[in-house]
């Protein structure tokens, strides 16, 4: 659910207020949980779009009662953004999973795609696609499909964060950057994936580790982008 070049050209090809409205409200919930309350920079750098654009529309969504917002002082969402936003995460990750599992499209491909028309369906139209799709758990790139907050914080670290000898399961990867997916694809670095850390080299150097059964050589931005959770 991150920001990308493809969100931000969609909002500017004419999007509806309600669609410009849950794609902030992503943002700004997924940049909560890293440090509240959100700076306007913050958030514009997420978005990819001019702090002045970023100001307009924080106006629209503090008088709609959808974040509490002074200015200089950041950024949250109230009660009722915050249930706005996990609808639109709720949304978006349906959608994805829409496109992998029955339209075949590939993972790095997912988020994008689903950016462009996701606001158009209806309730009715998720909640058929959710059936169809025999109640999905999680997304494409491991994230929970929520039906309130309480489901959309897990229990995970990034991959860099494990010492030599710790073990993990892939949980989640961050899913707005198509040739890093892509990349984390041919390294077979899924979700649900075992990663083994055999060795970390100093100063943002390397991991060696074995992922599945292959030994990998992982990169510190990679290993970033990869989130875990150790087991025994």
């Known amino acids: 659910m991150g920001a990308s070049k493809g969100s931000a050209g969609k909002a500017s090809r ?5 669609e410009q409205y849950g794609e902030y409200l992503k943002h700004i919930f997924r940049l909560e949980q890293i440090e509240s309350p959100v700076t306007t920079s913050a958030l514009a750098d997420s978005m990819k779009v001019a702090p002045s654009t970023v100001t307009d529309m924080l106006k629209r969504l503090a ?6 917002y002074v200015p200089y ?10 249930k706005q936003a996990v609808k639109a995460i709720r949304r978006h990750r349906i959608v994805e ?8 499209f590939e993972w790095h491909e997912a988020h994008e795609e689903a950016l462009h028309f996701e606001g158009d369906i209806s309730d009715e139209v998720e909640f058929r696609l959710f059936s169809a799709l025999n109640r ?7 994230y929970p499909i929520p039906s309130k907050v309480e489901d959309i ?3 995970e670290v990034n991959l860099y964060s494990l010492e030599p000898g710790e073990q993990a399961e892939v949980i989640s990867v961050k899913d707005d950057d198509p040739e890093l997916l892509r990349f984390m694809a041919s390294m077979g670095i899924k979700p649900g994936v075992r990663i083994r850390v055999d060795a970390k080299d100093p100063f943002k150097g390397p991991l060696q580790a074995v992922v599945g059964k292959q030994k990998r050589t992982v990169g510190w931005h990679l290993a970033n982008a990869v989130f875990v959770k150790k087991t025994p």
Request: hydrophobic share 30%; charged share 25%; proline share 8%.
């Open 153 to 155: 914080r897990i229990e």
């Open 14 to 18: 004419g999007t509806t207020a309600k």
């Open 63 to 68: 008088k709609e009662g959808l974040i509490n």
């Open 136 to 142: 999905p758990k999680v997304c494409p790139h491991g």
């Open 97 to 104: 999973r829409f496109l992998t599992d029955m339209l075949g």
């Open 73 to 82: 002082h950041g950024i949250t969402l109230t009660p009722r953004g915050e």
